[in-house]
């Protein structure tokens, strides 16, 4: 295939449509050396794939039959030098060249390296451009000189690392880091972080090698990420360290040195990739007051919608500490973290996910940034192992008290603690700062400490003046489990089943559902408004056309659920919804409540559950439904 065959291929791919006299044109050829090429073309047209016919009135296009076959023998004829045939391979080929090029690059330089048309080019880099966007990146255009990413180098890095996460990278100049070369790195990143004694979750690992390499790949071509010295400040002196050494190891091994700014950059990386999953001797874990404030404001939005009184489990405080603490510099940064069990999470803990969500509109008030699924994700599984732990029974802790000087002061403390969480913990001891080098932490689950902790700590460790205006922590309720109560029934009325829902908006949808709740419930009033600042924090859409709206905070003295079928789905923000379930949880716990979410959980991710009460619109469908999904 010669080159002139090869570019009139690329200017008529993407179902673009040109005209004989506009093909000459852009070749550099005459009309009938155009028709000449296509007859040439077609000959082969079975070995290609692809054929070129006329479209009457408008010029020729491309036909391809065989996209396989047509792809190949364009790659085998360019060599190394192949060009992307499909959008994805093209758009990629865009977000890689253009976010390693720090000048403008001329549209038309784009469709001679891409064979593209103009229309086709532009289509391509809208797409990109909302691939930048994401990453707080723009693609800025200038007349005569043509399209360049503008941004920061870290918002940079972090597109460039997701393409090449999600893709191959494929520019011949820039070499393609394998998949080899990536297990080396992450290799020798594991091989550092053991040495220093540092843990960070295995399934985060391979991000950070990337994260890593890109780094050694923009410090090579003189582009520096600046960190701050309020930045600086914030990091922590054993994760500079180990990114120091990070540095060290990978630079050593790709001819890069990486200077200051560069190591506190991966630190900064390695700061947001721990989570409270990590080893309990992954060092010292000092919680700041800033995440422990954040954390108790999570727990309380979640305590006023949902009867689980969490704010008195202590574990479940320590988990979100040790997770919030990374997270925050995630959304800090715009870093992203992936959560390969997502799927599995919102399917089985799906009460779980519902409160996480509504947590993290604490993060995204306090950080003006978007929680994504993934990280809701993570946060849910802190909460499914509360809920776990309520339907179990709480395991008591054992605390060890730290403290400066003052044996009679430290007493004083120690009582007010066993006070509070007489509840939650199995005993609370005693030690001087001085003596801790000669403490069993194995007996101790965390510390308590009225000092910093210089001594190195296996357990997290918590300033107990952080708990300073707590107040009675609310006294732990045991799930018993209630046998022979028939809760379906209790909960779901068929006075409160609209089969027929008229609504063209979420507010309508609502408006109609708490009306019907107002009238056979006697719940009047603020309940459409609370509903309404629920939906405002976050979205109780969740996928499957169905959403599970509720009030900000409790309201009700019964626990009932309002059910409305759509006539037809509706925008609920992000999602399609056609069944809406309106859930109203009553003010004080029944033993069955964990039940009664963990089924209609159940019941609301079963498609053909949904579909079949969509299909058939009957208080009896969505009974039947129900039993057949029943957890007990």
Known sequence: MKERTLSLVGLLSGDACCSAADLATRLGVSDR????????????????????ETVYGRGYRLVVDDPDALSSHLRREQGSGAIPRTPRERRQY??????????????SDLEERLFVSTKVLTEDLHEVESVLSEYGLALERRPNHGVRVTGSEFDRRLCIASVIEQFSWNLPDEGSPSSEVIEHVLSLIRQTLDEADLSVPETVLYSLSVHVLVAARRIRAGAYVPVSDGERAQLDQATIAAARAIAEAVGGQLGVTFPDEEVDYLAIHLSGKRS???????????????????????????????PFGLGSDLELHMNLCRHVGPLGVRLHYGMHLKNPLLPEIREKYFLAYSMAALACTVLEEKYDAKVSEDEVGYVALALALALERRR????????????????????????????????????????????????????????????????????????????????????????IESDGFDWISAYYHEELF??????????????????????ECGLQGELLDLVLKRERLAPTSFGNRVAMPHPIRTVSEQTFVCVGVLDKPIRWVDREVQVVFLVSVARSKRSDIQRFYQTTARYLMDERAISHLIERRSYEELVRGLEATRTD
Not at 94 to 107: G, I, N
Not at 498 to 519: I, M, S
């Open 94 to 107: 865009l977000l890689e060249y253009l976010l390693t090029t720090s000048d403008y690059v001329r549209k």
């Open 498 to 519: 609209v089969a027929h829902l008229d609504a063209c908006t979420r507010e309508e949808a609502l408006a109609r559902l708490c009306a019907l709740v107002g009238e």
């Open 276 to 306: 409270f999953e990590e080893a309990p001797d992954a060092g010292n874990i000092t919680i700041t007051s800033d995440v422990d404030e954040t954390v108790r404001a999570m727990i309380a939005r979640v305590d006023d919608a949902y």
């Open 392 to 479: 179990t029974g709480v395991a008591r802790k054992r605390i060890l008290l730290v403290y400066g000087s003052g044996a009679t002061s430290a007493q004083l403390v120690k009582y007010k603690y066993e006070q509070e969480f007489a509840d939650c913990t199995e005993t609370i001891e005693t030690v001087n700062a001085a003596s801790l080098g000669s403490v069993d932490f194995s007996r101790f689950d965390y510390v308590l400490s009225t000092v910093p902790v210089r001594t190195k700590v296996p357990v997290p460790i918590l300033r107990v003046s952080l708990f300073s205006d707590w107040g009675q922590i609310d006294e732990v309720r045991r799930v």
């Open 33 to 52: 050396t155009v028709r000449s090429t296509i007859r040439s073309f077609n000959e082969r047209a079975s070995v290609y794939g692809a054929r070129i």
